[in-house]
């Protein structure tokens, strides 16, 4: 799909405010409220805009220590990372997983309360995961900078 600057300055505005309403959008970038709705649509539909979302502050909701873990599995094997990547994910504390290239295999973000429950999410979830070789666990002191806009 060609994204020219029109759909550039709606991703820029949507990225910063969700909640913006299809007028004001529509002012901000010089289109007429129809003309605005109709690239909103369509940036949807292909896929370009995949979902909207609220941002929580993970302190807010007591879970302010962020852990990184690195997993290694056993091997490589495509039914090894289905079984893992299925497993993983039903995580509630798991934000993200990524596969990766490198020293690991995956990278898994968590959040949780503290250590202490940090140790609970490994023992009930990590700790059964399948094919799962070394795990490597570091937790944030602070996060230094987090964006969820893709510069475009």
């Known amino acids: 799909m060609d994204i020219d600057a029109t759909d550039t300055a709606i991703l820029n505005v949507l990225q910063r405010d969700g909640r913006i309403t299809n007028n004001d959008l529509a002012g901000l970038i010089n289109l007429s409220p129809s003309a605005c709705l109709r690239r909103v649509r369509r940036l949807e539909e292909d896929g370009v805009i995949d979902r909207y979302a609220a ?40 934000i993200s997983c990524h596969l990766m290239a490198g ?23 990590f700790a059964s995961l399948p094919y799962v070789s070394r795990l490597n666990t570091s937790f944030a ?12």
């Open 55 to 94: 941002l929580v502050n993970h302190a807010a909701v007591d879970k302010p220590t962020t852990v990184f873990v690195q997993i290694s599995l056993e091997s490589q094997e495509e039914r090894k990372l289905d079984a893992f990547e299925a497993r993983v994910a039903d995580c509630p504390e798991v």
């Open 103 to 125: 020293d690991s295999d995956y990278l898994v973000q968590v959040v949780c309360r503290d250590v202490a429950d940090y140790e609970r999410i490994h023992r009930s979830h």
């Open 141 to 152: 002191l602070r996060t230094v900078h987090s964006d969820t806009a893709l510069e475009i």
